[in-house]
T-cell receptor, first 110, second 114 residues
Framework: DAKTTQPPSMDCAEGRAANLPCNHS???????VYWYRQIHSQGPQYIIH???NNETNEMASLIITEDRKSSTLILPHATLRDTAVYYC???????????FGTGTRLAVRP | EAGVTQFPSHSVIEKGQTVTLRCDPI?????LYWYRRVMGKEIKFLLH????????ESGMPNNRFLAERTGGTYSTLKVQPAELEDSGVYFC????????????FGPGTRLTVL
């Protein structure tokens, strides 16, 4: 699986959009971009995934660049409960293992 | 619908002892995964079951670790004998075979080896 690079930490104000970047310059054509998060002391939680089109669900939006070498996870209105470590993961298929990196620690401040 | 459950939530044992962790996946999920995070490190994959068969056990650290999934339902992960470096949080996840992009994680078992 391709390696991903994320900033170690970010913060944003409550109610504002949180934009979390991820670089995956060695991604292959058949690899998807997944985002998970881990809230303190809980198991990781799936957020969203995409191949090349932008995706949106009830939790977030995923913007993938046209060359697929980077992506951005957008939490449109961050709340204090969104404080967590966010992981960008590249993966070939739905049955594959997840390869976690160090992620981005997002702090949402009141 | 019940999520992935893990037992125990915490375990404290002494070096050289044996510990068995249990994972109950979401009912009907054929895929079951074990991961762990040891102190200060990233979450690492251990192994993957499809039903009762081991699909990928490339992440198992050594032969002190034994995972089973008899009958393709719940799974156990036994550490025998436990070493200090085995301390960490062990996560289990499950996903359905068809159309399951999401892995559902349990709350984890925190293992402390003294």
């Amino acid at each position: 699986d391709a390696k991903t690079t994320q900033p170690p930490s970010m913060d944003c104000a409550e109610g504002r959009a949180a934009n979390l970047p991820c670089n995956h310059s060695t991604i292959s054509g058949n690899e998807y971009v997944y985002w998970y998060r881990q809230i303190h002391s809980q198991g990781p939680q799936y957020i969203i995934h995409g191949l090349k089109n932008n995706e949106t669900n009830e939790m977030a939006s995923l913007i993938i660049t046209e060359d697929r070498k980077s992506s951005t996870l957008i939490l449109p209105h961050a709340t204090l409960r969104d404080t967590a470590v966010y992981y960008c993961i590249v993966r070939r298929s739905s049955g594959d293992k997840l390869t976690f990196g160090t992620g981005t620690r997002l702090a949402v401040r009141p | 619908e019940a999520g992935v459950t893990q037992f125990p939530s915490h375990s404290v044992i002494e070096k050289g002892q044996t510990v068995t962790l249990r994972c109950d996946p979401i009912s009907g999920h054929d895929n079951l995964y074990w991961y762990r995070r040891v102190m200060g490190k990233e979450i690492k994959f251990l192994l993957h079951f499809v039903k009762e068969s081991k699909q990928d056990e490339s992440g198992m650290p050594n032969n002190r670790f034994l995972a089973e999934r008899t009958g393709g339902t719940y799974s156990t992960l036994k550490v025998q004998p436990a070493e200090l470096e085995d301390s960490g949080v062990y996560f289990c996840a499950s996903s359905p075979t068809d159309g399951g992009n999401e892995q559902f994680f349990g709350p984890g078992t925190r293992l402390t080896v003294l």
